[in-house]
């Protein structure tokens, strides 16, 4: 294929993906496949996400490098429950939110981490978070 063939392609397929295609609003909608859970414990070791991190609730993962005030739980009853979307992007996207901890910045792993090791972290801390909405509903709209 053409080059500017394979970018037509590329770019209808964004589109369709980002649900921006002819007749459908321009709100993201992204559906993603089900990680593993116990692949996505393991992957939380191997990129050392436990060295800043405790899981509500997961017990015999190493403990954390940072002093205890330092070390930021996941899961839990959280006053402001975290949403599948939002779970995503604390991953993705940690300079998002810069509101608190900030003399701790949680590094970007982007350019290591799959996207596979990515669903399957997701998909392991989910359920730690008590109140959050259903992870792999229809559709799922960003608000
Ligand atoms: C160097 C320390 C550090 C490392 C390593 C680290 N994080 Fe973080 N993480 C943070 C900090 C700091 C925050 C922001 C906490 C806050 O909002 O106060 C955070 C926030 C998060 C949140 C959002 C927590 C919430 O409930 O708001 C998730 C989820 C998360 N990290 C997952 C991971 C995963 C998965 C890894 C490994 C791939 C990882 N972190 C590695 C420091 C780290």
Redesign the pocket.
């Known amino acids: 294929m053409k080059t500017n063939q394979m970018m037509t392609v590329g770019v209808l397929a964004i589109m369709l993906l980002a649900g921006c295609g002819p007749g459908q609003d321009k709100r993201a909608v992204f559906v993603f496949p089900e990680g593993d859970a116990l692949r996505g414990r393991e992957t939380?070791v191997a990129?050392?996400?436990h060295?800043?991190?405790r899981i509500d609730g997961e017990a015999g993962l190493p403990a954390p490098v940072w002093s205890a005030e330092k070390v930021?739980v996941?899961g839990g009853e959280?006053p402001r429950p975290?949403s599948y979307g939002q779970?995503v992007t604390?991953?993705i996207h940690?300079d998002y939110?810069l509101?608190?901890?900030s003399d701790?910045?949680?590094?970007s792993?982007n350019e290591t981490?799959t996207v596979g090791q990515m669903l399957d972290?997701v998909t392991f801390?989910q359920p730690h978070y008590k109140r959050l909405q259903p992870v792999y509903s229809d559709q799922y709209f960003l608000h």
Do not use: G, I, S, W
């Open positions: 939380f990129l050392r996400c060295e800043c991190h930021v996941l959280v975290l779970l604390a991953v940690p939110d509101a608190k901890h701790m910045r949680m590094p792993y981490m972290l801390l």
